[in-house]
C-alpha cells in the first residue's frame, strides 16, 4: 500500500466507538486546551497563586514576634512593585507574618502551604471519582470542558477576593486545582484514542511485515496472543501495546503539546510582570496586581478550551452497562462512583503482586511529594524571607520553565552519552534536585552566614536553584512516567496510569502540611529544608534497586489474570484461587 492512499477504516472494538479517521482540525483542538490548562499551571499554581494567597492573608496578619503590629506597610519593593513588604526588614531569624484562623494562630506562609496541601488532596480524590468513569461511555469530552470551563472561571473571580473576605481564596485555589488535574487526565486519557485512529498509523499497520502478521488468524484476529488481550465483547483484539510507528507518533504528538504549552506559559509570564508593572503605579492596593493577573490567566483557559468544544469529537468509550438506564440519575451516579472506586481498589490489589512495580510506586509517592513540595517552599521562601516581590517571582518562574524546557531535550542526550539505565537516570535527576534543600541549610552554618551571602542569604542567590529544580523536572517528568510504563501488565496500561497520577497527587498533600506546621512552630521557613533533604533523598535506594526486566517479566505473567472477562464491570475482577496462582507464579520466578 502507498503511503498516499487512504487506509480502510478499522472495526469498532465495541458498540458505539467512533473510529473515524483523526483529523488535523482534532489534534489542533488537542494542543489548544494543553495551551488553555498550562498556563494556569505555570502562572497560577507554580507561580502567582501561592504568592497571592500569602498576600491576602499578610493584608490582614500580625507580626509573629509582638502578634499585635500589622504587618502591612504601604511601600514598595526594590522591584517596582506595590506588593506589600514587611513592616521592616528585620534581621531576626522569627519574623514571620501570623494571622489568627479557626481559634490559633498560623503563619502566613502556612496559610498557603495548608491550602496547596488539602487541594491536592481533594484533587487525589476526585480523580479516584471519576478517573474510571471517564473512560466509559461519552462522558469523555463532558468531563474535559466541564472541568476546563469550571477552573477557568474560578481563576477569574479572585478579581473579587479582597483581603476582607481571603478566608475565601483557599476555596477557589481548591477547585481551580483539582479542574486542573482532573482536565490533564482527560486530556491524556484522548492522546492514544487519537493516535489509533491517525492515518499514518492506521498506514503503517496496514503495511505490516509478514512476520507481524503470521499469528493472524483469516478473521484477522491474534490466534496465539497472550492472555487478556480481549475485546469487551469477548472477541479477540489487537494488544493495546503500541507498535512502534504508534509510539513515535505518540510521541511527537505529545512532545509537540508540552512544548507548545510552556511555549504559551512562558509568554503569559512575561505578558503579567507587564500587569504588575503598570499596577504598581496606578494602584496601592498590594493585591489587585496580582488578582488582575489571575483574571488574565483564567480568561486565556477559558479562550482556548473554547476550540476545544467546537473542533474535539466526542470518541465514547464503551457502556459501563446497560442496566443504568433503568434507574434514576442519582442510582446511576452511586453506580459510577462504586465503580470507580472498585477498579482503582482492584488495580491496587493487582499492582501490590508485582513487586517491581510496588518498589517504584512507594518510591514515586515519596519522591511527587518532595517535588511538588520544593516547588511550594522556593516560592513561599523568597517571597518571604528574601523580600522579593511579585515581578522577581515571576522571572524566577520563567527561569525554571525555560530550563524545563532545556531539560526535556538534554536528559536524554546525556542518558545516551553516559550509557544510562532509565532508573539510573532518575536517580541522577533526584540526586540533582538533593542540591537546593542542601544549599539552603549552608545558611545555617557560621562562616556562611558571617559572609552575608550564599545558603540563600541573598535574593539573586535563588535563581540558580530555579534553573536547577526546572532542569531536575524536565528529566523526572518525562523518564518517570515512560519508566513506570514498562512494569505495567500488558492490556491494563489505562488504570495503571491512573493509580500513577493518584499516587502522585495524593501524596502531595503530605510534605505541604508538614512544611505548614515547621513554619508555625518556628515562625521561619528555613528549618523545613531539613525535612525536605530527607525527604528528597528516601527514594534514591528504593529507584536504584528496581530491576526493570524483572519487572517486565512479572507484569507479563500478571496479564494471565486481568482483564479476561468482556463485561467493563469486571475488569479486574480476579477470583482468589487466580490471585494465589499469579502470585506464585511471580515468586517461583524471583
Not at 152 to 174: E, Q
Not at 193 to 213: F, G, Y
Not at 265 to 288: E, P, R
Amino acid at each position: 500500500m502507498d503511503d498516499g492512499e487512504v487506509a480502510e477504516p478499522r472495526a469498532p472494538r465495541y458498540p458505539g466507538e467512533d473510529t473515524s479517521e483523526t483529523s488535523e482540525r482534532e489534534i489542533r483542538g488537542w494542543y489548544c486546551y494543553g495551551l488553555a490548562a498550562e498556563v494556569f499551571a505555570v502562572c497560577g499554581v507554580g507561580s502567582f497563586l501561592p504568592v497571592t494567597l500569602e498576600q491576602l492573608a499578610r493584608d490582614r496578619g500580625v507580626w509573629f514576634n509582638d502578634r499585635t503590629t500589622s504587618c502591612m506597610a504601604k511601600v514598595a519593593d526594590e522591584a517596582g512593585t506595590a506588593t506589600a513588604l514587611l513592616l521592616s526588614r528585620k534581621k531576626e531569624e522569627h519574623n514571620q507574618c501570623i494571622i489568627h484562623l479557626f481559634g490559633g494562630d498560623i503563619t502566613t506562609s502556612s496559610f498557603a502551604m495548608y491550602t496547596f496541601s488539602l487541594a491536592v488532596l481533594v484533587q487525589a480524590l476526585s480523580l479516584i471519582s471519576f478517573s474510571s468513569v471517564a473512560d466509559y461511555g461519552n462522558y469523555r469530552k463532558k468531563f474535559l470542558l466541564g472541568f476546563g470551563f469550571t477552573g477557568a472561571i474560578t481563576s477569574m473571580l479572585f478579581l473579587l477576593v479582597v483581603p476582607k473576605i481571603y478566608i475565601v481564596a483557599p476555596l477557589l485555589v481548591i477547585i481551580g486545582v483539582t479542574c486542573l488535574g482532573s482536565s490533564n487526565v482527560i486530556l491524556n486519557s484522548f492522546l492514544p484514542l487519537l493516535v489509533l485512529n491517525h492515518s499514518q498509523a492506521r498506514r503503517k499497520e496496514t503495511m505490516a511485515p509478514p512476520i507481524a502478521m503470521a499469528n493472524m488468524s483469516p478473521e484477522g484476529s491474534y490466534e496465539d496472543e497472550p492472555p487478556g488481550y480481549e475485546s469487551t465483547d469477548g472477541a479477540k483484539a489487537v494488544p493495546s501495546k503500541l507498535d512502534s510507528p504508534q509510539l513515535g507518533l505518540q510521541n511527537s504528538i505529545s512532545s509537540k503539546g508540552v512544548g507548545i504549552g510552556y511555549a504559551a506559559a512562558v509568554f503569559v509570564q512575561i505578558i503579567s510582570i507587564l500587569v504588575l508593572y503598570v499596577m504598581s503605579k496606578l494602584s496601592n492596593s498590594s493585591t489587585l496586581g496580582l488578582r488582575l493577573v489571575l483574571l488574565m490567566v483564567g480568561v486565556w483557559w477559558f479562550c482556548f478550551t473554547i476550540p476545544v468544544s467546537l473542533w474535539m469529537r466526542s470518541r465514547p468509550g464503551p457502556p459501563l452497562t446497560t442496566a443504568l438506564s433503568k434507574h434514576t440519575k442519582v442510582h446511576t451516579v452511586i453506580v459510577y462512583l462504586s465503580f470507580a472506586w472498585g477498579s482503582v481498589w482492584k488495580t491496587v490489589k493487582v499492582a501490590v503482586k508485582l513487586r517491581q512495580m510496588s518498589i517504584f510506586l512507594i518510591a514515586w509517592f515519596i519522591l511527587s511529594d518532595a517535588v511538588a513540595t520544593v516547588s511550594g517552599t522556593a516560592i513561599l521562601f523568597a517571597r518571604t524571607e528574601l523580600k522579593m516581590g511579585t515581578v522577581p517571582i515571576a522571572i524566577l518562574s520563567i527561569t525554571a520553565t525555560s530550563s524545563g524546557i532545556a531539560g526535556a531535550f538534554l536528559w536524554p542526550i546525556i542518558s545516551r552519552r553516559y550509557n544510562l539505565q532509565t532508573n539510573r537516570t532518575i536517580v541522577c535527576c533526584v540526586a540533582l534536585m538533593e542540591i537546593i534543600p542542601l544549599y539552603g541549610l549552608m545558611g545555617y552554618l557560621p562562616f556562611i552566614k558571617a559572609w552575608g551571602v550564599g545558603g540563600l542569604q541573598q535574593y539573586w542567590e535563588i535563581y540558580p536553584l530555579g534553573f536547577v529544580h526546572g532542569f531536575v523536572m524536565g528529566g523526572l517528568s518525562s523518564y518517570c512516567r515512560s519508566f513506570y510504563g514498562l512494569l505495567i501488565p500488558p492490556g491494563s496500561e489505562a488504570a495503571f496510569y491512573a493509580l500513577y497520577a493518584i499516587t502522585d497527587k495524593g501524596s502531595s498533600a503530605i510534605g505541604p502540611a508538614v512544611v505548614g506546621v515547621i513554619v508555625d512552630a518556628t515562625g521561619t521557613i528555613r528549618p523545613a529544608f531539613f525535612f525536605l533533604a530527607v525527604l528528597i533523598a528516601l527514594p534514591l535506594p528504593l529507584i536504584w534497586m528496581v530491576d526493570v526486566e524483572k519487572g517486565k517479566e512479572d507484569a507479563a505473567r500478571m496479564a494471565r489474570f486481568i482483564g479476561k472477562s468482556g463485561d467493563a464491570n469486571e475488569r479486574f475482577a480476579i477470583g482468589e484461587d487466580e490471585e494465589h496462582e499469579a502470585e506464585g507464579l511471580i515468586r517461583d520466578h524471583d
